[in-house]
């Protein structure tokens, strides 16, 4: 008997009931905290997640609590396994992409969210030179050891991968074009072998290069960087070390408040045995879980600060445009700004922040639960400059690196005959379970949540707090009205399309 229709309307209609039902948070103002949280094992908070060195909060916070969505995400974790939304054997998608799409987002999907939208650089021969500028991967492109530039994924060999795949370790070359200020693409490694523009591998070494740098955007940037590294981090120890009442508390609240509920929720639906990550991309759960380990281990805080992570990638003076970093840092120079503006409130020099005990736990803390810690960002000692690099980083996290990440792919990551999640060995398609999964994975992550562009001030503790929030308010809608100057694009961030954080 073949139960895929049911299988697909069952979980098709959870997928739809769990948007529908969404309503982004109302943060409200912090009030006191109960026990400290404590930093375990993901394998101590989910068995069956065998993480040791990657760690989580032990607990939700009781504010942040919504009793009702647990039990209806432990729900759908056990329904993983009682009637699965995969199923063995199934046929692959359209070749049509148009067509495949329009048969897994069905006109009820439509109803409260709008069709992705094919980017103009897939609807033509790929530009990979300018995908790797202009696009939601262009935080991988870094300055080639023997020269040139480069995407190098090929650590994603080391793997385990489901039966059948390609191996996602791949490198991508490319060469800066100086009189024509722009990017080319030049190869690509891979287990293919070196593929150049215009061999007849070209078209399946392209679509392996996709398919390794989504992966690790979902999983890795997104997921184990943003997610764990960073925001579990940054909500821990702010709680812990920051009361409810402390200037800089409140000035982090909008953008950590429901972090470990949205942590606890997301971690069980995507990371167990049967989750989204397992069943959709490429590796198997064990590999999955090694890959997290290792990231997690390597983590580079940096990454949240775009001048920094464009130093350290060579970027710099690189002879070629930059239009996606250009465009980030233009966000993260406000939210810098906006730190800046608000601690200069509250300390009047170096020596007072210094001075005050509570800030200084809160970088030891940060210091300890961040893998490598925070100095790359906040330097060797405590500033009033460093702590506005690393508090304009994790707004920026929050925001707008969460937005790159996350949905930012919708409109890219769709389209499986330009970029698909899978690239099987025998040249088919991905199955129909796989794509209908990717859709409604990637559907949940429009959701609604509380956006960035509003009056904050009501969190502050004084007058002074609640006209630097309201300054901040005010430079993110000119930021908007800039940037409605230029050209639209797909990848573009943009203030009004932003969330204040990652709270699901």
């Not at 969404?22 to 103002?29: L, T």
């Not at 489901?162 to 074009?177: E, I, K, M, T």
Request: with cysteine; hydrophobic share 45%; charged share 20%.
């Amino acid at each position: 008997m073949n139960l895929w229709p049911l299988r697909r309307r069952f979980w098709n209609a959870l997928a739809i009931m769990k948007f529908r039902a969404n309503r982004p948070a109302v943060i409200p103002v912090p009030g006191p905290d109960g026990r400290c949280l404590e930093a375990v094992s993901v394998v101590r908070q989910f068995p069956g997640i065998p993480l040791f060195n990657v760690r989580v909060a032990d607990a939700v916070p009781p504010d942040e609590a919504h009793p009702l969505n647990q039990w209806f995400y432990k729900f759908q974790v056990a329904m993983y396994r009682l009637f699965s939304p995969m199923q063995a054997g199934l046929p692959p998608i359209d070749a049509d992409p148009q067509a495949a799409l329009a048969a897994a987002y069905t006109p009820a999907h439509r109803r409260v969210f709008p069709m992705p939208v094919l980017p103009p650089e897939y609807s033509g021969r790929l530009d990979l030179g300018l995908l790797a500028v202009a696009g939601p991967y262009a935080c991988y492109l870094e300055r080639a050891p023997d020269g040139g530039y480069q995407w190098d994924l090929r650590a994603l060999a080391g793997y385990e991968h489901h039966a059948g795949l390609h191996s996602l370790g791949v490198r991508v070359r490319f060469r800066a074009n100086r009189s024509a200020q722009r990017l080319e693409v030049v190869g690509i490694d891979s287990e293919l072998g070196t593929s150049a523009p215009g061999d007849p591998g070209w078209d399946l070494a392209t679509r392996l290069a996709l398919a390794a740098v989504t992966t690790h955007v979902s999983l890795i940037r997104h997921f184990n960087g943003v997610h764990l590294a960073a925001g579990g981090s940054l909500a821990i120890a702010t709680r812990n070390a920051l009361p409810a009442d402390h200037p800089l508390r409140r000035l982090l609240w909008p953008h950590m408040f429901g972090t470990q509920y949205s942590n606890q929720l997301v971690t069980r639906g995507q990371m167990s045995a049967g989750g989204d990550f397992e069943t959709i991309f490429s590796f198997t759960h064990r590999g999955m879980c090694r890959l997290f380990a290792d990231t997690w281990d390597a983590y580079d805080i940096s990454v949240l600060h775009p001048a920094r992570d464009a130093e350290r990638r060579g970027l710099v003076g690189a002879g070629f445009e930059t239009p996606a970093l250009d465009n980030r840092r233009a966000h993260f120079d406000v939210m810098r700004a906006h730190a800046h503006r608000y601690l200069r409130l509250y300390y009047a020099s170096d020596a007072a922040l210094q001075e005050d005990a509570r800030v200084v736990a809160w970088t030891q803390a940060l210091d300890g639960l961040v893998p490598n810690g925070v100095s790359k960002i906040l330097g060797p000692r405590l500033t009033l400059d460093g702590a506005a690099d690393l508090i304009g980083s994790f707004i920026y996290m929050a925001s707008v690196e969460h937005e790159i990440l996350g949905t930012g792919l919708w409109n890219y990551q769709m389209w499986s005959h330009i970029q698909p999640v899978r690239v099987y060995r025998n040249g088919q398609r991905v199955p129909l379970d796989v794509y209908q999964r990717l859709v409604n994975a990637n559907f949940n992550l429009n959701v609604s949540r509380a956006p960035l562009v509003q009056d904050w001030s009501y969190l502050a503790l004084d007058e002074r707090g609640a006209a630097a929030f309201r300054v901040f308010r005010d430079e993110l809608r000119a930021l908007q009205a800039r940037l409605d100057t230029e050209p639209p694009a797909l990848w573009k961030m943009a203030p009004r399309i932003l969330e204040a954080n990652i709270n699901a």
